[in-house]
């Protein structure tokens, strides 16, 4: 499985600018991508997900980008805010036999100073 | 409408020992999963279950087993502890094809 041992990659922004968080995946067959935030004591919890038939998609402050050719995602934060110091996984919705599971990538953590 | 909730929060347990770890689905969801994370980590799926069944199974020993009863809510059972087993194991309801709600998951310390 993926591991990342006890150091997570780390990226430190100031409030106000711009943060881009990358993704390898490794199945190219998966088709829908999902975007989690995770805080401290806390579960995973949705931001934005992407079919694989598209390239772009956007929320509010977010933006995911896809592409499959290199199997690279990339989560786009606008106007980075403190409350959004988080670990960010990557996760590919796969299964058999009709039935889904999500395997996560590596995650990254976000540091946002004030 | 109350997500997913797991329960306990906290358990510390001696190695060898046996532990039970609940979960309550998201209200409408069916499918119930598993995931182990460990400090530093992204969660592990460990299985699924739906309709009373375990559906799929990611690469955990049968050390790990569970269980989903008619009302959809599921238990994780760990048997013959180890001290790798220290994680924060999380559960996840869903519908069959997606639609993930995590809970906040029970941290495990193995000593």
Known sequence: GE???LHLPTLSVQEG???IINCAYSNSASDYFIWYKQESGKGPQFIIDIRSNMDKRQGQRVTVL???TVKHLSLQIAATQPGDSAVYFCAELG???GYSTLTFGKGTMLLVSP | DAGVTQSPTHLIKTRGQQVTLRCSPKSGHDTVSWYQQALGQGPQFIFQYYEEEERQRGNFPDRFSGHQFPNYSSELN???LLLGD??????ASSLLR???TFGSGTRLTVV
């Open chain 1, 17 to 19: 600018d711009n943060s």
């Open chain 2, 98 to 100: 997606g639609g993930y």
């Open chain 2, 86 to 91: 220290s994680a924060l194991y999380l559960c």
């Open chain 1, 3 to 5: 591991s990342v041992g």
């Open chain 1, 66 to 68: 896809l592409n499959k």
């Open chain 1, 95 to 97: 299964g058999h036999s």
């Open chain 2, 78 to 80: 760990v048997n013959a």
